[in-house]
């Protein structure tokens, strides 16, 4: 099983992220839409790092194999670190990409300081409960209008000083060299081989004991009994 992860993510525009940087690995990466119905993971946790951790053991438990998850969003220094883990959700139950960054540009109005900083904290889980974890974090500040078609989530109103352009103009290479997710991403390839072997050990540890038959001892089946 060492070599089977599952990306535990319904979102397809950070699945496409998470696979592109993965391509090369010797690994087979399965995503939760290769398998049937299951019941989602319940994220709330205070931060990043509960997230990725309750979601990435929650479907290794159900699906019996390595899980990678990971829980990213905004903090915006002027907003008291706003919306951190309800980045997704920010603008309520109905969120959308472009609702969530309405919400957060009127709270920016009139703010004269509007660093921001993207955080991912990816974490790697096995069924039993063991998990690694990989943080990434990439600094920008908000702008006061959309740019750019290409992203999701608050891509349009962040601008990267390291490419000269918001997020959502960058192409996904450009975005997944300095993003926080590919900064993860890439400590997490960096140390790929030792994952590994992490993994064989921690699978290993898992496995079903052999049957014990020490209760039935007192019989004796070479012997036809009616």
Known sequence: MDNII??????KNKLKEIQEILKDFPVAI??????GPMPEAVEDGETFDDNAYKKALHYAKVLGVPCLADDSGLVVDALDGRPGVYSARYSGPEATDWKNCEKLLGEMEGQTN???????VLSLATPAGPALTWEGRCKGELIAERRG???FGYDPIFFSPDLGKTFAEASMAEKSA????GRALADFAAEFSKVQVWLRQRMAEIK????DHSEFEHNDWSNDRM
């Open 208 to 211: 079903p004991p052999k049957p």
């Open 6 to 11: 599952v990306l535990a993510t319904s979102n």
């Open 30 to 35: 399965k995503s939760l839409s290769d398998f």
């Open 178 to 181: 300095i993003s926080h997710r």
């Open 149 to 151: 078609d290409a992203g």
């Open 114 to 120: 509007r660093s921001a900083h993207f955080v991912c």
